[in-house]
């Protein structure tokens, strides 16, 4: 059974940082690229960043280039997000995946806040 389980959000400051992570279980965690997702309140989800399985090649969206940095220990199968100079459009429930495994339940995600 395919399982995400993400951890380290909370309520921060406007230019604060924080660290997300994600253990994940039930499949060849080294074999796939692994993405975090965030989802707004009255918005869709949205991929943020995405890392291939090997770390050669990162994505990340406009919105959250040279603040946000992926990186994954493949021996702990887990994704982190390191969050910085967090603005409060940054306020989402963040989720992670391997986006090529689209019917793998999404995990309950970690409440990111950043609010004065």
């Known amino acids: 059974q395919v399982q995400f389980v993400e951890s380290g959000g909370g309520l921060v400051q406007p230019g604060g940082s924080l660290r997300l992570s994600c253990a994940a279980s039930g499949f060849t965690f080294k074999n796939y690229a692994m993405g975090w997702y965030r989802q707004a309140p009255g918005k869709e989800r949205e991929l943020v960043a995405r890392m291939t399985s090997f770390s050669t090649a990162n994505y990340y969206a406009d919105s959250v280039k040279g603040r946000f940095t992926i990186s994954r220990d493949n021996a702990k199968n887990t994704v982190f997000l390191q969050m910085d100079s967090l603005s409060p459009e940054d306020t989402a429930v963040y989720y992670c995946?391997?986006?090529?495994?689209?019917?793998?339940?999404w995990g309950q995600g970690t409440q990111v806040t950043v609010s004065s």
């Open positions: 995946r391997a986006p090529t495994r689209q019917s793998d339940k």
